[in-house]
C-alpha cells in the first residue's frame, strides 16, 4: 500500500517564491524572437517585448529571472547594450554560434520585461572577460541614485530613477567558460569583484558567487572556506543530460522506456547532491546565512533536426513534465537551504517553458508544471511521510512516488505527486497525522498523457496541458487516489479545523 502521511505540526521551512525562478540568456532564439521582437515587429509588443510571452509568463508569477548568461555573461560589456539601439555595437556571440548581437536587448530592455513580468530582476556580472571597474559602474548605472557619471549616463539614456536590483552574480560557471579558473583562484577573484559591488542608498545587492556543478564538492568547499563571509548566496548547476553523456545526448522527443527510466534516475540524483551540498555549506556556516541558488538546472536533449547546433532548441514532452516535477519537489524540500533556483531556459533554448514560431507561441508540458506548482511559493513546508513501491526497469530500481507538501496563507494545504512509472496506475492514500484536521474537500489537478514522449507542438497545441483530477476520493481519515501512470498531480486539501 503506497501512503502518505502529512506531519501538519511541523513546518520545516518557507518555500521561497524564487525557487520558481527562470533564466534568459542571449543564446539562439531565448531573447531575441522569443522575448525581443522590437517596437516595430508586427508581432504585438510593449516597447519590444512580445505582448504573448509576458501574458503567459505573468499567469505562472515568475517571480525572478536572471539575465544575460550563462557563458554570455562573461564576454558581455554592458555599456555595448545602452543608448540609442541604432547606434549600439553590434558583436559576435563567440560562444552561442557565433552570431551577430546587435545588442538591441540591454539592461533598460531587461528592467522592463522584469517590471512587465513583475519579476524580481537577477543581473549576472562578468568576471571572465571584464574588468571590476566595469562591473563596478554598471552597479553604479543601475542603482545609483545621485549625481555621478554613471547615474548621469543613465538619465541621458532616458532613465531619471535608479532601478531597484537585488541579486548579483559575480561571474557564471568560473571554472568553465566563465574563466577556467580553479577554484582557490576563482575564490581570491570572487572576494576582489565583490569588494566592488556596492549597496547603493537602500538598494542592498544580495552578492551571489559562482559555485559549483554537479558533484565537484571541493569547489564548493574552497568558496565556503575562502569567501563564503563575503556572500550572500553560492550557486550549484546540474543538468539533466539525456543520451549516454554530453557528446552523446539523447532526442528530446524520440526515446524507449529504458532511455526514459535514465533520465528520470539522473533527475532524482539533485536530492543526493543538493544534500552534500548543503552538509559542506553547514560545516561553514552553520546558521545557514549563505543560500545555496541553483541558478541553472533542466532537461539538456539533443537540439531538434535542423536546427543551430548551438542555439540548443529542443522540444519538450511529459517526460520533462516529470523530470521538472521531481526537481520541483526536491527544491522545496531542501527550501532551509536552497533559496533560488532558475531553470534554464524561459523560451526557446534547452527545457523552454514556452516555444515561440514567429508569431505564434506554444506552452510546454514544463509550463505547465510551474503553473500547477505556483501553489508553493511561499507557503510553509510541511512534513511528510511516504511509502511507496518502486518502479523497476531492467534490475534498476526508484521510488515510483515522489512529492512535496506546502501549507499556503489560507490554510489550504497542496501536496505535489509525480508517479514517474511509465505504465502503471498507482494507489495512493493519504492522511494528517493529527485526528484534528479533517479534510472538507479536495481538488485535483494533473498533466499526463498517453505517451510518455507526447508533447504540444504548433500544429496540436494542447496534447499535454493540465486537466481535472477525478480519481480522488475523500475517506473517513484521509483520501485515496488513483494516480495516472507518469503523471504530476496536484491535490488541495482544504480543511477544516475541530
Ligand atoms: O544554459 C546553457 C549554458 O549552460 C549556460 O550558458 C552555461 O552557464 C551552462 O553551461
Known sequence: MNRLIINADRKKGRINRNIYGHFAEHLGRCIYEGLWVGEDSP??????????VVEALRKIKVPVLRWPGGCFADHYHWQDGIGPREKRKKIVNSYWGGVTENNHFGTHEFMDLCAQLN??????????SGTVYEMEQWIEYLTFDGESPMASLRKENGREKPWKLK????????????????????????????????SYG??????????????????TE????????????LSLH???????????????????LEEYFRCLQKALLLDDLITKHSAIMDKYDPEKRVALIVDEWGAWHRVEPGTHPRFLYQQNSLRDALIAGISLNIFNRHCDRVRMANLAQIVNVLQALILTRGEEMILT???????????????????????????????????????????????RVNVTLCNLHATERVDLVGCFNSAELKIERVEGTVITADQVNAHNTFEETNKVKPEVFKDVQLKEAGFAATLPAASVLRLSLICAQQ
Open 43 to 52: 508581432i504585438p509588443n510593449t516597447r519590444g517585448i512580445r505582448n504573448d
Open 119 to 128: 519579476a524580481e530582476p537577477y543581473i549576472c556580472g562578468n568576471v571572465g
Open 167 to 198: 541579486y548579483f552574480g559575480i561571474g557564471n560557471e568560473s571554472w568553465g567558460c566563465g574563466g577556467n579558473m580553479r577554484a582557490e583562484y576563482y575564490a581570491d577573484v570572487y572576494r576582489r569583484y565583490q569588494t566592488y559591488v556596492k
Open 202 to 219: 537602500d538598494n542592498e545587492i544580495f552578492k551571489i558567487a559562482s559555485g559549483s556543478h554537479d558533484d565537484d564538492f571541493h569547489w
Open 222 to 233: 574552497v568558496l565556503m572556506e575562502r569567501a563564503g563571509q563575503f556572500m550572500d548566496g
Open 238 to 256: 546540474y543538468y539533466t543530460v539525456s543520451g549516454e553523456c554530453w557528446e552523446k545526448k539523447g532526442s528530446a522527443t524520440e526515446f524507449g
Open 365 to 411: 508540458p514544463t509550463y505547465h508544471v510551474f503553473d500547477l506548482y505556483q501553489v508553493h511559493q511561499d507557503a510553509d513546508l510541511l512534513d511528510f511521510q511516504l511509502d511507496c513501491g518502486d518502479y523497476e526497469l531492467n534490475g534498476e530500481k526508484i521510488p515510483a512516488l515522489n512529492a512535496s507538501v506546502s501549507r499556503d496563507e489560507t490554510g
